[in-house]
């Protein structure tokens, strides 16, 4: 799988992953994306804007359908509820991760 040309795909398909500068880091079981501190991702006092911090993190529910489910259009996953602790600003790009594996998959699958 190539991994830019998904991402550069999806950031085509949707700009507020290509303003965030969007990378797709690792895509199996392990699920980690990279968002780039930028002129675009920046706030105000130069520090990571809350927005991007989000998205990287919601894109991952996204990812993981595309990549591992047999018909990623009968599941579509949807932020339900979320709670953001902020321990520190980021001062630099960030990733977010997550882990799916094959025996979830092949659950959501059946």
Not at 72 to 95: G, H, W
């Amino acid at each position: 799988m190539d991994l830019e040309k998904m991402a550069s795909a999806i950031r085509q398909q949707f700009p507020i992953y290509e303003n965030a500068g969007l990378e797709i880091l690792r895509a199996d079981e392990v699920f980690k994306v990279r968002v780039v501190l930028g002129e675009k991702t920046q706030n105000h006092v130069h520090m990571m804007h809350a927005a991007f911090l989000f998205a990287g993190g919601e894109f991952l529910g996204g990812l993981v359908p595309i990549r591992h489910l047999a018909r990623p259009e009968k599941f579509q996953p949807v932020v339900r509820d979320l709670k953001i602790e902020f321990k520190a600003p980021a001062l630099s790009s960030v990733t977010a991760q997550a882990t799916f594996t094959q025996a979830q998959a092949d659950e959501m699958n059946r």
